[in-house]
C-alpha cells in the first residue's frame, strides 16, 4: 500500500493516478474539509480529465484520510515555498510531513519526496528528521526523491507521458521506486543519485524562467522604440536555431516563478543571470499597470474604476490562482493607493479580491478599458464583445483594430 502524503495540485492526480493502474492508495491531508470534500466524491480543483481519473481511482478502492498510515512507502508531496528575504527553500512542509511519517512508519519502510527542492535540502532538513528518529537510512529505511514534472492544464496527461527522475542512494531502491511509477508513467524514468534529481528539477524550471525573461525584456526594449515584439519574435523563429518565448504580464504558478529563486538563495554570488531574470519577471506586472496608466491618458480615461483585468489565475483554462501576475498586479496598485480595478475570471467561482464579477457580460458592460491578463478560451471565442472597448492585450491574442500591447 502507498500513503501519499498532501493532495494538492500535485498530490491528489498522483494518487488518483495510482489508485487507478492498480496500486493500493491511501491519500493523507491534514485538510479535514479537503479530505471531507474528496470523501463526499468530489474533486477539489479544476483540471482536465481529473473528475475522470477520480471516478476511477474511487472504483479502484482509493481512500482518503486525515490519518497517517502504517505501511512500507510513503510519497511526500507538500508544497515547498521560498522565503522571500532570503530566496532560499522553505523546506517546513516537508519536514513536518516526514516526522509525522516517522511516528507510524515501520523498519525498511521507502519515504519518497516528490515535493521540488532546491540542491541539498534533503541531505541538510530530511537525513536529520529521520536519523533524530532511531531511523538508520539504508538499513531501516530508505530515501528516495521523484521530483514531480506535471503542469496545471495539462496534468493527466504529463503524468502519463512525461519523463521522470528518481533519485536515490542505493541504485536497487531507486529501481524499485521506477517499477512503481512505471505502473502508469508511459516516460522514460531515470534513477540517479538524490542531489542531482534535486537539481534537476529546479534547472528545468529555471531554463523556462530565464528565456521567458528574455521575452519580457524584448517587450520593454521594443515598447520603448515603439517596435512590434510580436513581429520581431516571429521574424527571428524563422530562424532554425532560434525559438524566443512570447511575453507576458508576469510569471505565475508554483514552480517557475519560484523555483529559480532556490538557486538564487543557495548561490547568490553564482547565479546572477537567473537573479536578474527572476526580478524581470517579478516587475511585469507593474510593467502592465503602467501601461495601464499610459493607455488610460491616451485615451482620456481618468475613472480606474472602469478599468477591468480580466483573468485571475496565473496561467490559462485553469483555477490556480498562485503567484499570479494579477494577484501581483492588484498588490502593487495598494502601494500605489489606488484601489479600484475591477476583475473577472470565469474559472474563479468564489470572491476572492474587491470588485470582482462572476459574470462576463456585466463585467465587460462596467469596463471602458479592458486588460487581457489571461488568455483563457472564454475571452477568444468572445472576441466581438470587446469591439467598442479599449483593450491591453497582454498575449497577443486579440485581433482587433487599435488594441494596445504590452
Known sequence: MINVIGLGYIGLPTALMMASHGVEVIGTDYNKELVATLNAGHTT????????????????????????????????????????????????????A??????????????????????????????????????????????????????????????????RTIGADDKAIGEKVKELYASFCQGEIV?????????????????RAVNIAFANELAKICRHDNMDVYEIIRI??????????????????HCISVDPWFLVGDYPSLAKVIDESMKTNDGMPDFVLNRIYEIMKENGLKDISRVGLYGLTYKENVDDMRESPTLQLLESQERHLAPGLKV?????????????????????????????MVKHNEIKENVDKLNGKVVLDCHNIINLPGVYHI
Do not use: W
Open 45 to 96: 480543483f479544476k483540471e482536465k480529465g481529473l473528475d475522470e481519473l477520480f471516478d476511477a481511482a474511487v472504483k479502484a478502492g482509493i481512500k482518503f484520510t486525515t490519518e497517517y498510515q502504517v505501511t512500507d512507502t510513503y510519497i511526500v508531496s507538500v508544497p515547498t515555498p521560498y522565503d522571500k528575504f532570503s530566496k532560499k527553500v522553505d523546506a517546513c512542509y516537508v519536514v513536518a
Open 98 to 163: 516526514v516526522k509525522d511519517v516517522m511516528k507510524v512508519c515501520p523498519k525498511g519502510a521507502t519515504v519518497v519526496i516528490e515535493s521540488t527542492v532546491s540542491p541539498g535540502t534533503i541531505e541538510k532538513y530530511v537525513r536529520p528528521v529521520i536519523e533524530e528518529n532511531g531511523f538508520k537510512i539504508g538499513n531501516d529505511l530508505n530515501l528516495v526523491h521523484a521530483p514531480e514534472r506535471i503542469i496545471p492544464g495539462n496534468m493527466v496527461y504529463e503524468l502519463l507521458h512525461n519523463n
Open 191 to 207: 534513477v540517479t543519485d538524490i542531489k542531482t534529481a534535486e537539481m534537476t528539477k529546479v534547472v528545468e524550471n529555471t531554463f
Open 236 to 253: 527571428c523563429n524563422m530562424h532554425p536555431r532560434v525559438n524566443i518565448l512570447q511575453p507576458g504580464p508576469g510569471v505565475g504558478g
Open 344 to 372: 473577472y475570471d470565469p474559472f474563479i467561482e468564489k470572491d476572492v479580491v474587491e470588485n470582482q464579477y462572476h459574470s462576463l457580460d456585466t463585467f465587460l458592460d462596467e469596463c471602458d478599458l479592458v486588460v487581457i
